[in-house]
Every structure is written in structure tokens, then in C-alpha cells.
T-cell receptor, first 115, second 113 residues
Framework: DGGITQSPKYLFRKEGQNVTLSCEQNLNHDAMYWYRQDPGQGLRLIYYSQIVNDFQKGDIAEGYSVSREKKESFPLTVTSAQKNPTAFYLC??????????????FGPGTRLLVL | AQSVTQPDIHITVSEGASLELRCNYSYGATPYLFWYVQSPGQGLQLLLKYFSGDTLVQGIKGFEAEFKRSQSSFNLRKPSVHWSDAAEYFCAVWTNTGNQFYFGTGTSLTVIP
């Protein structure tokens, strides 16, 4: 059963703490993405990766970091530098990063809350 | 800069009534256009997409959308809404310039019996 999994479903962060959100896909997709969703603001791109060991900043990369050591995995770390991390985080993937020709498939999301 | 506008934050319709959700984009060339649906606490599911060709696009769950270049619009329609259609709907645009998707702020749909 192919798809994208994100874990955990809910994540709590304390002040000054780094937390890592997991995203795994078994669709054999080359490209993966991280979005942040806030109420009334739609989705904003944090980072994306076209291929293993390569990733690019999106519109709101400050305070976040990613890695792409394996094709199927694209974890997102929310660092202590991100002052307003409370949001719903969505991971997505597509076959490859081609201009608009590839449908993005989304995971179920992780809700991050600050204690 | 590229942008996507969904002017209706929230829409309420009666079950069985028709539906139209508006989407306007700002981009010099013809973009690639998408509509996604999101149920509460869930990821996004693709409803339909437009790349080129016939400007009326059919999607899943009985939805369709029409690309109107002159109006820079890509409105989503459904002739008869079902209670299960209640969700948040996002219009998205892919542009070569930004090489990424731009999402609208979403329209929340409530369906009343």
C-alpha cells in the first residue's frame, strides 16, 4: 500500500528545544516537500528536495532544517530559532520536480504545539 | 510576484445545491492549475488539474473546473453538493518562474441538510 506517512500526528515542543518531524514515502518519488499551514494563510513552502543529498529553501526556511540521506525519507527539524512554530506541517512528494507536470501527494500532517 | 486568490473564506450551501468556488491567479504566462481538498486534520487530496488543452477539466467526486485565461480564473464547480463534500478547498498554481507551488488561502465549505 503506497503512500506518505508522517509521524508523530501531534508533537509538543518546549522552549529552546529542537524537534524533528518524520516524513517517509514508499512511492519511489524523487521530489519531496515540506509545507507549513496556518489558519487563513494556506500552505507555505519550507524546503524541497529534488534528489538525495540535495535540497532547496522555500519561502519560509528560516528556523528550519532538513536532510535527504535516503530517497524515501525527508525529515524536518524545527529549531529553537523558529520563534512561532505552532502550525500544521504537511509533507508531500512527486515523481520528480518537473514544472507543474507532476502531481504532489500529501501525507496526513503533523500538528506541532508549543508548551 | 505570483499569487493565488481565493476570495471566499467560507461558503455555506444546502445539500443538493450547486457549488462554485472561486480562484484567481496572478502570473504572466499560463500556469499549471490545481484544486485540492482537505478534510479536518488531514493532508490534501488532488481533485483535478489543468495543464493545457480543453479548458473544462473533470476531476474526482463529480467536481469540474474551468480555466478562463481572460479572467485569470480557475473556478471549481459541482452541480449537486453532498454532505461529505464539507471540507477546505485549496487552489494551487505552479509557475516556472518560482519553480514551486503557490497555494491560495483556502475556502471552507459547510453543507447544510
Amino acid at each position: 500500500d503506497g503512500g506518505i506517512t508522517q509521524s508523530p500526528k501531534y508533537l509538543f515542543r518546549k522552549e529552546g528545544q529542537n524537534v524533528t518531524l518524520s516524513c517517509e514515502q514508499n512511492l519511489n518519488h524523487d521530489a519531496m516537500y515540506w509545507y507549513r499551514q496556518d489558519p487563513g494563510q494556506g500552505l507555505r513552502l519550507i524546503y524541497y528536495s529534488q534528489i538525495v543529498n540535495d535540497f532547496q529553501k522555500g519561502d519560509i526556511a528560516e528556523g528550519y532544517s532538513v536532510s535527504r540521506e535516503k530517497k524515501e525519507s525527508f525529515p524536518l527539524t524545527v529549531t529553537s530559532a523558529q520563534k512561532n512554530p505552532t502550525a500544521f506541517y504537511l509533507c508531500a512528494s512527486s515523481i520528480r520536480l518537473r514544472p507543474g507536470r507532476e502531481t504532489q501527494y500529501f501525507g496526513p500532517g503533523t500538528r506541532l504545539l508549543v508548551l | 510576484a505570483q499569487s493565488v486568490t481565493q476570495p471566499d473564506i467560507h461558503i455555506t450551501v444546502s445539500e443538493g445545491a450547486s457549488l462554485e468556488l472561486r480562484c484567481n491567479y496572478s502570473y504572466g504566462a499560463t500556469p499549471y492549475l490545481f484544486w485540492y481538498v482537505q478534510s479536518p486534520g488531514q493532508g490534501l487530496q488532488l481533485l483535478l488539474k489543468y495543464f493545457s488543452g480543453d479548458t473544462l477539466v473533470q476531476g474526482i467526486k463529480g467536481f469540474e473546473a474551468e480555466f478562463k485565461r481572460s479572467q485569470s480564473s480557475f473556478n471549481l464547480r459541482k452541480p449537486s453538493v453532498h454532505w461529505s463534500d464539507a471540507a477546505e478547498y485549496f487552489c494551487a498554481v505552479w509557475t516556472n518562474t518560482g519553480n514551486q507551488f503557490y497555494f491560495g488561502t483556502g475556502t471552507s465549505l459547510t453543507v447544510i441538510p
